[in-house]
């Protein structure tokens, strides 16, 4: 067995890349299948995702869109709809900023396809990323709207934003890799989107695995005290079970004897008003001292990237 510290990483770097390969990475944790990326390993990957309904992956990329309207019948037409999962702005005279995920986005044509405001934007997503679009829309693609332009923000303006705007359409991932104690908290919070390793698909005797349970060290025991020796105890014996289940069960079936403290990835995308959100509840005194030992360094990095919003939090209260 392999006992690791508890760790975080802001997902920057992902920001930087297309929709594809932003929500293949993300997906692939679910399966531990990263070393199965390559250059055109993207498409297929999506295809089967959306295929088998795996819905969740496809939350993993955010778009901010600028759309303008000739009337506000177009607008109140698209109001009417309370879209969900979508974050609304009037930026200007018959101008919005609309923020989603690529499934908010495909919902939402999906659910309202004769809507002028939705078919402007599908028309737009679909023209550029034809991908997410494909199983949706007639093989030419739609018209274009009359009346509604689309545009998309890029993510420097989406930074540019005022605060009021920033809090709302920024959206931010990051990845924990933590116990799952803590991961079963985190993933209370509803206006977020997760993914999570799988213990259903992950078998942790295979080499990709070093054929060992890994498993997030406690920070409750000292190294060297009887409850720590006791704790270790535990997971050596689970281990054991674990694998020797294995050799006769599926890991959905082994797993149910994996305790709480397994190491588990999960990456954790909010827009920064959740984030706020989060580690109001999740850094306080009352909160667990495993959570609190990886989102209060956390809240320290957000400090330093988004000072305005985050500077008046302060942990331990
Ligand atoms: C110290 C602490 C102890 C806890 N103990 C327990 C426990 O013993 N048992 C337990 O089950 N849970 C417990 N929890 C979890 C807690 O009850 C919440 O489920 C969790 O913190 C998620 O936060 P949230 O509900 O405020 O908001 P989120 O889900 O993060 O939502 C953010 C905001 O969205 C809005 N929102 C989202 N969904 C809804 C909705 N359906 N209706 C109305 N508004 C909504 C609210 O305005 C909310 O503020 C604990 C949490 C903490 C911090």
Known sequence: MKVIAPYFEILEDLDKQSLSI????????????????????AEPFIRSIIKHGHNSVTEMAVLTL???YDTESIANQFFNLMPKFLLVDRIGKKELLISGSVRAFRELYQANPTVKMVKA??????????????D?????GLMKQEGVHVEKVPLEAVDALPADLLV??????????????????IVRHRPVSYLQESQRYCRYSQDKFGNEITFVKPM????????????EKAMRDTEKIYLKLLETSSPQ???????????????????????LHIFKLRTSKGAEPSMREVMIPLLHKFQEKYPSIFDGIQAGT
């Open 22 to 41: 932003r929500i293949e990475a993300c997906g692939r944790i679910c399966y531990k299948s990263e070393d199965k990326i390559t250059p055109e390993s």
């Open 66 to 68: 600028k759309v303008l």
């Open 121 to 134: 934007v599908a028309e737009y997503l679909g023209s550029r990323h034809p991908l997410f679009y494909e």
């Open 136 to 140: 949706l829309l007639p093989e030419r």
């Open 168 to 185: 709302k359409h920024r959206h931010v991932a990051v990845l924990f890799v933590v116990n799952r104690a803590i991961t079963h908290e």
């Open 220 to 231: 409750f025991f000292k190294d060297d005290s009887a409850e720590y020796s006791l704790w």
């Open 253 to 275: 079936a082994a797993r149910t004897v994996l305790p709480n403290s397994c190491k588990t990835e999960l990456i954790t995308f909010a827009n920064l008003l959740e984030w």
